[in-house]
């Protein structure tokens, strides 16, 4: 009878455990925007209709609940991209902040207006995380500035 009743802890212990280590947070998502400033971005025309270049943008990011993960910290990315005929392509890197300082790192690729940011790395409470997720960029005047909107999918360690 001990024994049976020494199984039934077992099982009952494990399932709790299980379900603790499960609900932890491990895995997530979370949406921000972002507003962006362009410069010093170089435009080299290749041929009719087509170009490359590249830019450095700064901007201040916010998540969209109002609080969280990347809420009220800066980002910096670097891109390189090419415009043939109207069709584009970009790729870089960004290194995004929050208010208490820690990093978060990504690199992106995408055409001139979507893509997909992939976690390459991060500081702090960012450490070890993987993911990927969605980005949409606007144009909001002739003066360089746009905004754009993220979501990231995360796994921490």
């Known amino acids: 009878m001990i024994k049976i009743s020494n199984i039934i802890i077992t099982f009952v212990a494990s399932f709790f455990i299980m379900n603790a280590a499960l609900a ?13 400033a362009a410069g010093p971005v170089t435009v080299i025309p290749v041929g009719e209709g087509h170009i490359m270049g590249t830019g450095v943008y700064k901007g201040a990011t916010f998540n969209d609940s109002g609080s969280g993960y990347l809420h009220n910290g800066e980002a910096q990315c670097f891109a390189a991209f090419e415009v043939n005929n109207g069709v584009g392509e ?5 290194a995004w902040g929050d208010a208490d300082g820690d ?9 001139t207006q979507k893509g997909v940011n992939t976690i390459i790395g991060g500081t702090g409470k960012y450490a070890g995380w993987t993911g ?3 980005w949409a960029c606007y144009d909001l005047g002739a003066n360089g500035s746009n905004r754009c909107n993220q979501s990231l999918n995360y796994t921490k360690p």
């Open 132 to 134: 990927s997720g969605p």
């Open 103 to 111: 990093r978060l790192y990504t690199s992106f690729v995408g055409d």
């Open 24 to 36: 932890d947070g491990h895995k997530g998502s979370f949406d921000f925007h972002t507003g962006w």
């Open 90 to 94: 970009n790729k870089g890197w960004c």
